[in-house]
Nanobody
Framework: QVQLVESGGGLVQAGGSLRLSCTTPGRTLSNYIMGWFRQAPGGEREFVASISRAGTVTTYADSVKARFTISRDNAMNTAYLELNNLKPEDTAEYYC???????????????????WGQGTRVTVSS
């Protein structure tokens, strides 16, 4: 079992920034493809970003492209999601997810991921 622990959420004004972190205590992060997903109140879980095991390949949802950046520090067993130019519609619970995969692989599909964090809340006020 892989435990994922998110942090970094909070309340921010529109146009502001946050950085979310996802750690894997006791596990080697480099073994896993990482993804970030979000779920707005009353909405379905949606893909945000994914990053390959070595961090060389990334992909983003169109709604966040050029505003959000996914990265990882495998030496620190931590993945990040930097959120810039936040909009009220970015308000959601944000989840990190992990699954094993091959070099260079990324994944936009929530059902493909084996492990999930508990979520961290991001609220953007207008």
């Amino acid at each position: 079992q892989v435990q994922l622990v998110e942090s970094g959420g909070g309340l921010v004004q529109a146009g502001g920034s946050l950085r979310l972190s996802c750690t894997t205590p006791g596990r080697t992060l480099s073994n896993y493809i990482m993804g970030w997903f979000r779920q707005a109140p009353g909405g379905e879980r949606e893909f945000v970003a994914s990053i390959s095991r070595a961090g060389t390949v990334t992909t983003y949802a169109d709604s966040v492209k050029a505003r959000f950046t996914i990265s990882r520090d495998n030496a620190m067993n931590t993945a990040y999601l930097e959120l810039n130019n936040l909009k009220p519609e970015d308000t959601a619970e944000y989840y990190c997810a992990a699954r094993t995969g091959v070099t260079g692989e990324i994944d936009r599909t929530a059902t493909s991921y084996s492990y999930w964090g508990q979520g961290t809340r991001v609220t953007v006020s207008s």
